[in-house]
């Protein structure tokens, strides 16, 4: 079991920088905010934006929970204090308790965020297969984001290549195009 403790106050300063402005609350539902623990520090990330919130921790872990759900859950209590405990694919907020995706460790160096700019676009999340594995993708569900980006690429590269045949240019001259902009080997993973 994983804990830290911090004050409400604390915490909606995060919600606040998540959430910037313009748009509405509503509009990052399906945004997943990682929360990795360390020694007396809780760090937030969600797309474009990591935040640390130095408070009293018991323990080492990294889990994912959707950005909207926790924000509703924080603004929604009124306790001034806040104690989380984590457990194997659980997490109580002071009393209640709610599902998410954990990871337990002994030593924080494996851990890596995912970093992508707040307004990201699909070779933005296709170039963190250069940096990431499948299995940190998928625990951060980003995972089916690069599967549809990869897929948009592939759709695109399609229609590049039927516009241009008529040119001479075929299929293999614009993956060796596109290929090293997106990936450190400069191979298209198929």
């Known amino acids: 079991m994983v804990t830290f403790k ?4 604390e915490l909606i300063k995060v919600f606040k920088h998540f959430y910037p402005g313009k748009k509405k609350y509503s509009d990052y539902k399906k945004e997943a905010c990682e929360i990795t623990i360390i020694n007396a520090k809780a760090t937030f990330s969600a797309r474009g934006a990591q935040f ?3 408070c009293i921790t018991k323990g080492t872990a990294k889990l994912t929970v959707p950005l909207y759900y926790l924000y509703n859950i ?14 194997e694919n659980e997490m109580k907020i002071n009393k ?16 890596k965020t995912i970093k992508l700019p707040f307004q990201y676009n699909d070779a933005d999340v296709i170039q963190l297969l250069n940096e990431h594995t499948v299995e940190e993708l998928a625990f951060n569900h ?5 599967n549809l980006a ?3 690429l592939d759709q695109n590269m399609r229609y590049a290549y039927a516009y241009l045949k008529e040119y001479g240019v075929k299929y293999e001259e614009i993956e060796k195009l596109i290929g090293p902009k997106l ?7 198929k």
């Open 142 to 146: 980003i995972f089916n984001k690069v």
């Open 96 to 111: 209640l308790i709610i599902k998410v995706d954990t990871c337990f460790f002994q030593d924080d160096s494996i851990l």
């Open 74 to 87: 924080v603004e929604s209590d009124p306790s001034a204090d806040f104690e989380f405990e984590v457990t």
């Open 183 to 189: 990936f450190k080997d400069g191979k298209i993973p």
């Open 150 to 152: 990869l897929v948009k």
């Open 6 to 9: 911090t004050k409400k106050k």
């Open 52 to 54: 640390h919130i130095d």
